[in-house]
């Protein structure tokens, strides 16, 4: 399949891959910076922004076998992933099944449980519907502290030092997906993501201390599936580290995926598989 992408900057590729109801521009807080030291790829999920919607795009496996049938495409399996949210939980899926480098999954859904699926759900599922019902008034709304403050303070930890004009498009795209709720009931009624990874590369994950949306007690869970993962915790953020540390977020991910970094993982890998075969 063919999904619409830019390509940005100079170096080894780095993927970027969005959240639920948003687009490659979610990324616009952290990707020029990205961009000086890696080329950046950035994508719109079937459904999402410019990419047309397939016949399984409202549902976590259908997004997943359009991104794996995507990079295969592209010969792009191996490359160095970021995701955030809903793109977080697939790049996960992408190193379980080895087809990623290293990532970096940034307050990725899959790891609710009892009612916690029940609050993610309920707490989404109205704010869509406003979101929808105020469309031809977003922008004026956003354009004011208080407007973005309330639309935001699930998402951000401090909406009002956003950008209107980019609060704004990302709610405008929110509104204008319209796999958002068959995604939401899926995700929400579905099973957790599975572990671990298939892969040597490094795999970190972020998690906001203020994330209102996948609770910072997932984050235990997350590590549990996949127990060679680093967790680093944005501790003035919530669920989009790059909204609210955009620099913060840039050096984790370059760190994640730097030559380096991938080159120790794989030796420690090596050795460990060394001493389980000779015991």
């Not at 944005?234 to 840039?250: I, L, Y």
Request: proline share 5%; hydrophobic share 45%.
């Amino acid at each position: 399949m063919t999904m619409h992408h830019t390509r940005t900057g100079r170096g080894k590729p780095l993927l970027l891959v969005h959240g639920l109801g948003a687009t490659s521009r979610s990324w616009d807080t952290i990707s020029p910076a990205l961009s000086q030291a890696r080329e950046v790829i950035a994508v719109d999920l079937p459904g999402h922004g410019q990419t047309p919607e397939e016949n399984d795009s409202g549902t976590f496996a259908g997004l997943a076998r359009s991104l794996d049938d995507w990079l295969s495409a592209g010969s792009l399996t191996g490359i160095d992933m970021v995701g955030s949210s809903l793109g977080a939980r697939l790049v996960l899926e992408m190193a379980r099944r080895g087809h990623s480098g290293a990532v970096v999954a940034l307050d990725p859904g899959g790891f609710w449980q009892g009612w916690e699926r029940t609050f993610f759900k309920t707490t989404i599922t109205p704010s869509v519907a406003m979101v929808r019902a105020l469309r031809p008034a977003l922008s004026a709304i956003t354009g004011n502290v208080a407007g973005r403050t309330a639309l935001m303070a699930q998402l951000s930890a401090r909406p009002w030092a956003l950008e209107a004009a980019f609060v704004a498009r990302e709610l405008k795209s929110l509104a204008n997906t319209r796999t958002v709720n068959s995604l939401v009931k899926d995700l929400a009624n579905g099973a957790m993501q599975e572990g671990p990874a298939a892969t040597d590369a490094p795999v970190v994950i972020g998690w906001g201390r203020k994330d209102r949306l996948c609770l910072p007690q997932q984050a235990d869970r997350a590590m549990k599936a996949f127990p060679q993962a680093t967790l680093h915790w944005f501790e003035r953020s919530g669920h989009f580290p790059m909204w609210d540390r955009p620099d913060e977020t840039v050096r984790v991910i370059l760190a994640a995926t730097s030559t380096a970094a991938i080159a120790m993982v794989a030796t420690t890998a090596a050795l460990l598989r060394r001493i389980n075969n000779e015991s």
